[in-house]
């Protein structure tokens, strides 16, 4: 089984049959895919059969049934439907014997994650010292939170830039982070479950020169995941930007001479 994303709130559910006897055609083939629970049919199924026999998907169902199909000898088949459910990550397994054939059943499962998407709702904050020294250090706190009510992919940064080094610690509401401490940029791609939120504190060393520094941190759906998507007019808080004005630290010194007699 596989899965491709077909749009918002759908997934693409293709299931895969092949016949690895170079000699023996498969005859009364029959298959039985009971969808995970919060999945279903979509309203459009826009069903798919390379398998012949009868596979009639329709909108709403929670099983998908394949009856009298043929498969030659060596070949393959595919079936494919559009499903739908709230937004999530559901696992989708067809069990021993779900696939029958006069020839003999499936002994081993087969398994697919189905991804569906919807509209996502990012955001990441930065804040931290409006001041420091040149040489010094300054303390930023960065959060990115997934406000949407399912999980999404997504890719976080906070790139090193112009300072001199970066050191941060992170935690996690309802989400693990992906590493609870380092050093450098931060860059990571993960799941963020509902209602989640990382914060990372970060201490920055301040360049030896220059008089005002920036860093913009950022959140986004990771590539390659086209089921989820973000409204364009919110896209304004995925980025967020602080500034640090920096002054040279002053070097004093102080001599005295003098001449007893």
């Known amino acids: 089984i596989t899965d491709g994303n077909g749009g918002i709130e759908t997934a693409t559910l293709t299931i895969t049959i092949n016949n690895t006897d170079p000699a023996t055609a498969l005859t009364n083939v029959g298959l039985t895919d009971n969808l995970p629970a919060g999945t279903q049919v979509f309203s459009t199924p826009a069903a798919t059969n390379t398998c012949g026999g009868t596979f009639t998907p329709t909108s709403g169902a929670t099983t998908l049934t394949l009856s009298g199909a043929g498969i030659a000898a060596g070949a393959s088949c595919q079936l494919t439907v559009q499903v739908t459910g709230t937004p999530g990550n559901y696992t989708n397994t067809i069990p021993a014997g779900g696939l029958t054939s006069d020839q003999g059943n499936n002994t081993t ?10 509209p996502a709702h990012l955001s990441t904050t930065k804040t931290g010292s ?132």
Request: glycine share 10%; proline share 7%.
């Open 109 to 118: 499962p087969a398994t697919a994650i189905l991804d569906i998407g919807g």
């Open 130 to 261: 409006a001041t420091g020294v040149n040489g010094g250090t300054a303390t930023y706190t960065v959060t990115f939170t997934n406000s949407t009510t399912f999980p999404v992919p997504v890719s976080i940064a906070d790139p090193l830039g112009s300072y001199t080094a970066f050191s941060w610690t992170c935690s996690g509401v309802n989400v693990t982070c992906p590493a609870a401490s380092g050093t450098g940029a931060i860059a990571a791609a993960l799941i963020m479950p509902a209602s989640s939120t990382l914060t990372y504190v970060v201490t920055a060393t301040l360049p030896q020169t220059g008089t005002l520094i920036s860093n913009t941190s950022t959140i986004g759906i990771t590539p390659g995941n086209p089921a989820y998507t973000e409204d364009p007019s919110e896209l304004g808080d995925n980025t967020a930007t602080t500034s640090t004005t920096m002054t040279r630290s002053s070097v004093l010194s102080i001599t005295k001479t003098g001449r007893f007699t």
